[in-house]
């Protein structure tokens, strides 16, 4: 039933690991995103991707990558984690790039110790 | 550059009280006015949202007043309840070759009892 689901709810780590964020979507849409919302709850957009094509590559530090291996998942990888990445990560897909609606997943909270 | 300011970061109002979002953005390019509203460990979901061409719409006790000429559309909650208690976000949609949400900073709202 789950339309975007993410793994995993939750991830605690340490400074300067790599850590992964995985998104599904089952709603047959054409693009999906990726979010960060900080403790101030703002929404930041970072990546979007249309049919696995990369179209939204918000300023964002390159040891964050998106990688989606058909349309319905986009990953998001993150290299060397910092105290600032520390935050709760949206996923979130569209039935295609123009579309108005966006469905969010249930986010992930990584924090970084 | 802050495209979309939101009023008031928080609001507090009693049950049966009318709950009112303030937003106002900048560029006149914008065709899609959402509100999304989002519940603690939850993503943020549509609640509703309003085209120009149209001064208000209503959705039950949600509604959407929109000021073309002032750059503002505003939300109010009528008779709210303590299960409207969450955070809200306008968001405008930008018309260009990626349609992409830009987002206000978002309003906790708390329906007191």
């Known amino acids: 039933d789950t339309a975007v689901s993410q793994t995993p709810k939750y991830l605690v780590t340490q400074m300067g690991n790599d850590k992964s964020i995985k998104c599904e979507q089952n709603l047959g849409h054409d693009t999906m995103y990726w979010y960060k919302q900080d403790s101030k709850k703002f929404l930041k957009i970072m990546f979007s991707?249309?049919?696995?094509?990369?179209?939204i590559n918000e300023t964002v530090p390159n040891r964050f990558s998106p990688k989606s291996p058909d349309k319905a998942h986009l990953n998001l990888h993150i290299n060397s984690l910092e105290l600032g990445d520390s935050a709760v990560y949206f996923c979130a897909s569209s039935q295609t790039s123009a579309a108005n609606t966006q469905y969010f997943g249930p986010g992930t909270r990584l924090t970084v110790l | 550059q802050q495209q979309v300011k939101q009023s008031p970061q928080s609001l507090i109002v009693q049950k049966g009280g009318i709950s009112i979002i303030n937003c106002a953005y900048e560029n006149t390019a914008f065709d899609y006015f959402p509100w999304y509203q989002q519940f603690p460990g939850k993503g943020p979901a549509l609640l509703i949202a309003i085209r120009p061409d149209v001064s208000e719409k209503k959705e039950g006790r949600f509604t959407i007043s929109f000021n073309k000429s002032a750059k503002q559309f505003s939300l109010h909650i009528m008779d709210s309840q303590p299960g409207d208690s969450a955070t809200y976000f306008c968001?405008?949609?930008?018309?260009?070759?990626?349609?992409?949400?830009?987002w206000g900073a978002g309003t906790k709202l708390i329906i007191k009892p």
């Open positions: 991707y249309n049919n696995k094509e990369l179209i």
């Open positions: 968001a405008v949609l930008k018309m260009d070759s990626n349609y992409q949400l830009i």
